[in-house]
């Protein structure tokens, strides 16, 4: 007991003694009148402002900070160690240049820090939230060749809102103003918040994007806060039009026409082969219900542009067409870039064309895989894999893919009475049709097109000694999503079809298991199928969520008349 804890007592006499030194060691490389800027801190002197409060304006304040100190782990700053026991390297490269400037980091002084700058943050940050009379003060405090600097901020109280004002004109653009603020972000009782502000111009603009005003920008907006007319630290905002707003941006936007390059290159246009926009009066012989498709190849039928596209000649813009339209067009998979203009065809009727340039993908490809692997039973195996795929197999942007595929695994060791090698050997092919091939009609307002999948398959395959299978598969089925999180597939046909052959007398003797029984019975499984995937994966979070359900099929044994 007693050698443990001196063991126990050196070593952490070691750990501290090493702490130490490291953390001093960076001090010595400073030269003569420099300071290691250890960081900021924020003091705030009010007692009108809660705990809570103070806490999330103090933590704000000094996120806003700059520069930022040197990172540390435990106390200590080992990068900054590393780039200063680094030699300086002579070349962008090599073990010097990555220990320092890599692994290193170099060091923040006092010098680097503009407290005057920090001091005004500080201030115009207070201010942005509420506290107009805002004042602040910094202090530096230094000691054996490192410094921090203490802000002290007196925010005074609070400023809230009394009362909010949509200023009334007659345009029509203010009329579309006023119909949005029942929903407005900024309500009687709030604290003052630039942010909030900054969020309700936002909110004005998508709502007036919605109504055909393609030209407005959140900066037309402004809310102007009055301090004078009321009391107690009460603001009044008055949301209003800027007087200097463009006339563009006022005017209400519908759709003339609709013109599509689904073949759209620009090495093509650089080289004059055609031009956007095209003379309107050679548009007339590719137009498709109200929908020019600019195709002289005819590489794909006009009617996937009508599936995709939610803009139609007459209607009025609005931003989640525009945006629905954009995502079907890219979710089609034949697509590489995808471009949308709106070009302005009659000032005076307030109308644009609407174009959209396309460069099509490379229609076909093969692709060749060569697989290797290995497991704990002791097997080796390899897999040769050949895939065709043709983006636009009848010219709707329907995908075909086939593929044929051979694999071998091989005992390469333990007992080799007890397991056999095995052969596969098999093919598949898949068309996924871009839209719902059924008997009623299916809408959906998704940005992700809903498509017909339809598959069939087989594979052979020899367990040596032991028995082989043949395994048919087809299916019949619709996949599709609501939105980026939430996934459908349907399959109203799934069938298995198992058949073994060559059961061989060996493996009927070892086979006493229902499971190792079942795997020789002739099957027929089928559906219909279908499952549901809920993934948050691709948002910006931290928690993340994947579920997939799924009702199967039914199993049956067939009895074999042999």
Not at 261 to 275: A, M, R, W
Not at 289 to 318: C, E, M, S, T
Not at 320 to 328: I, P
């Amino acid at each position: 007991m007693g050698n443990t804890f001196k063991i126990y007592l050196t070593s952490l006499c070691a750990s501290g003694f090493a702490a130490i030194s490291l953390s001093c060691s960076n001090t010595k490389f400073l030269k003569e009148g420099q300071m290691l800027y250890t960081g900021g801190e924020v003091k705030i002197e009010n007692d009108t402002i809660s705990k809570k409060e103070k806490k999330e304006l103090q933590a704000a304040l000094e996120e806003n900070l700059v520069p930022k100190p040197n990172s540390t782990i435990l106390g200590l700053r080992p990068r900054l160690y590393f780039y200063n026991i680094a030699k300086e390297p002579k070349k962008e490269k090599g073990f010097n240049y990555w220990l320092k400037y890599k692994v290193g980091e170099k060091p923040v002084l006092l010098g680097d820090v503009d407290r005057e700058f920090n001091k005004d943050i500080i201030v115009n940050y207070s201010e942005n939230k509420g506290y107009f009379n805002a004042k602040a003060t910094y202090d530096t405090i230094s000691k054996n060749k490192k410094a921090k600097v203490i802000y002290t901020l007196r925010p005074g109280a609070q400023y809230l809102i009394s009362n909010v004002k949509f200023q009334k004109d007659s345009t029509l653009v203010n009329r579309e103003i006023q119909n949005l603020k029942d929903k407005s972000l900024l309500k009687n009782g709030n604290p003052f918040d630039l942010g909030v502000i900054k969020s309700e111009r936002d909110r004005i603009d998508n709502g007036l994007k919605e109504k055909g005003f393609y030209y407005f920008h959140p900066d037309n907006i402004i809310v102007q806060a009055d301090s004078t007319v009321a009391k107690n630290h009460k603001v009044e905002l008055n949301v209003k039009l800027k007087d200097d707003t463009p006339e563009l941006a006022t005017q209400q936007f519908g759709i003339d026409k609709v013109i599509v390059f689904p073949n759209y290159n620009l090495q093509d246009v650089k080289q004059g082969k055609y031009s956007v926009p095209m003379n309107p009066d050679s548009l007339s012989k590719y137009v498709y219900d109200d929908i020019y498709v600019i195709d002289p190849q005819h590489k794909f039928k006009p009617k996937i542009f009508d599936r995709a596209l939610y803009f139609k000649k007459g209607d009025l813009y609005n931003r989640t067409n525009h945006n629905l339209s954009l995502n079907r067009l890219i979710s089609l998979g034949v697509f590489k870039f995808v471009k949308n203009e709106f070009i302005v065809s009659d000032s005076l009727q307030h109308k644009f064309d609407a174009y959209y340039l396309l460069t099509p993908r490379e229609v076909q490809s093969l692709r060749l895989e060569a697989l290797g692997r290995t497991n704990s039973a002791s097997y080796a195996g390899s897999e040769l894999n050949l895939n065709w795929t043709h983006r636009n197999f009848f010219k709707g942007a329907e995908q075909f893919k086939a593929s044929v595929y051979g694999a071998f695994d091989v005992q390469m060791g333990g007992q080799q009475s007890e397991a056999k090698n095995m052969y596969r050997a098999g093919a598949n092919v898949q068309l996924s049709i871009p839209r719902i091939v059924a008997p009623f009609r299916f809408n959906s307002s998704s940005a992700f097109v809903p498509r017909t999948n339809i598959s069939l398959g087989y594979e052979f395959q020899n367990r040596t000694q032991y028995y082989t299978l043949n395994n048919f598969t087809a299916s019949f089925g619709y996949v599709w999503k609501e939105n980026a999180r939430k996934e459908h597939d349907l399959k109203v046909i799934d069938i298995t079809l198992v058949s073994p052959a060559n059961v061989t007398p060996l493996y009927k003797s070892i086979a006493t298991t229902p499971a190792q029984q079942r795997i020789v019975e002739k099957q027929l499984i089928f559906g219909p199928t279908y499952s549901y995937t809920y993934t948050n994966t691709m948002l910006p979070q931290t928690n993340t969520i994947y579920y997939k359900g799924r009702l199967g099929r039914k199993y049956y044994r067939l009895a074999d008349r042999s």
